[in-house]
Nanobody
């Protein structure tokens, strides 16, 4: 099992920055990838950014050049710069592990990010 605890959300003005953190505990040595998803009211949850064990990263087109995902041991970060009102959402940390015949996904409780003047 993997437990995830997020922090760092809040209210920020357009153009501002926030950094989200997600601390993983439990069977962290089995994690293959970690990432951030977000869900805005009335919309589906979408992938924001992900980082694979080897260090490869993937970003949604809408955040490329503004957000940076990084990982340090058991913590994954999302540095968000040049924030826009359209970035307003609940952000969820995700950890995934997989093998030849299974895929397990774990989720944090979510942290609210509001971009507004």
């Amino acid at each position: 099992q993997v437990q995830l605890v997020e922090s760092g959300g809040g209210l920020v003005q357009p153009g501002g920055s926030l950094r989200l953190s997600c601390a993983a505990s439990g069977s962290i040595f089995t994690i293959n990838a970690m990432g951030w998803y977000r869900q805005a009211p009335g919309k589906q949850r979408e992938l924001v950014a992900a980082i694979i064990s080897g260090g490869n990263t993937n970003y949604a087109d809408s955040v490329k050049g503004r957000f940076t995902i990084s990982r340090d041991k058991n913590t994954v970060y999302l540095q968000m710069n040049s924030l826009k009102p359209t970035d307003t959402a609940v952000y969820y940390c995700n950890a995934a592990r997989w093998g030849s015949d299974y895929v397990d996904a774990y989720w944090g409780q979510g942290t609210q990010v509001t971009v507004s003047s």
